[in-house]
């Protein structure tokens, strides 16, 4: 057995405000709080700095985005630096005029940008409109090297896709982090809802199953009105999770509040994992060629 690597690692949920000032603060202080307990990475949830605006689609609301590096992004690099934690972020990312992304940073323990990730899957559904401000990621499924290991980051709808889970395992990804966004519309009934929230789940733990790799997912929770006041809004379902290379849930968050937690993730047992459940050594690559097609008749 090889030995042990263990990296506690912090997932922050949050509720979020319009007031982006206080939830960075907000944010700031629960940052320091993992730290004091020893954390060497910190998770953060999907667009953390403010509302989901994606409820609406207004041009105004991309005035929210931000450039990188910006003096968002140097918020959060001092208080990387000041924690000398792994810090992985969630912007509305100012690339240019009217060029915008959903990019996650992911802040060194030193205060430097280890590397960025830029979503790749879009959604485009009532309440999540994100198609009309963000443009599909442009930087591939390359996982970030950091002082705490390879990291595969992901976010939101992209923790849907197992070829996206696929390639930043084969890339050598040694963690899967999903920021997130999602909720429950308020019209359902209460067993959909749960059948939801379970899906969502057992996916992204199907994705650590199949790569032999351990999943770390931080939502947000709350509710929050919809501006426009056509919906009732998204009660964003939280329920944040740590999962290990066996799909075994070493942390489960409440799905109505809060909650701040550091969990020790075991890299090293990803080795014995895939010896055991050999599933890279018998993909059949020469096979696999339709993937890359819309749809097989």
């Not at 992004?73 to 990312?93: M, N, R």
């Not at 890279?280 to 749809?295: K, P, V």
Request: proline content about 5%.
């Amino acid at each position: 057995m090889s030995q042990q690597r263990i990296i506690p690692t912090a997932i922050i949920q949050q509720k979020k405000t319009a007031d982006i000032t206080s939830n960075r603060n907000r944010l700031a202080e629960a940052i320091r709080e993992a730290a004091s307990q020893g954390a060497r990475l910190i998770v953060n949830q999907e667009l953390h700095d403010s509302l989901y605006f994606c409820q609406t689609e207004s041009v105004d609301l991309c005035d929210l985005a931000v450039g990188i590096p910006s003096e968002a992004t140097d918020f959060y690099a001092s208080l990387a630096a000041e924690t000398s934690t792994v810090i992985i972020c969630s912007f509305f990312e100012r690339r240019a005029p009217g060029l915008y992304h959903n990019t996650a940073v992911v802040f060194e323990a030193d205060g430097t940008i280890a590397g960025t990730y830029r979503k790749m899957h879009i959604p485009d559904d009532p309440a999540y409109y994100e198609k009309f401000y963000f443009t599909p990621g442009d930087l591939g499924f390359t996982p970030v090297d950091t002082s705490v290991g390879r990291i595969g980051v992901l976010v939101c709808w992209d923790q849907w896709y197992p070829e996206a889970a696929r390639l930043m395992a084969l890339a050598g990804a040694e963690m899967l982090v999903y920021p997130t966004a999602i909720g429950w519309e308020s019209s359902d009934s209460d067993d959909e809802k749960e059948r939801q929230r379970q899906a969502w789940m057992i996916v992204q733990r199907a994705h650590g199953v199949a790569n032999g790799i351990p999943v770390v997912t931080v939502n947000r929770v709350g509710h929050e009105p919809d501006p426009s006041g056509q919906t009732r809004g998204i009660s964003f379902w939280g329920s944040s999770f740590v999962a290990g290379p066996q799909g075994e849930l070493l942390y489960l968050a409440p799905d109505d509040e809060e909650a701040t937690a550091v969990v020790d993730i075991d890299l090293s047992r990803s080795e014995q994992v895939r010896r055991w459940w050999p599933f890279l050594r018998d993909r059949r690559i020469d096979a696999y060629s339709g993937l890359t097609e819309r749809f097989l008749r």
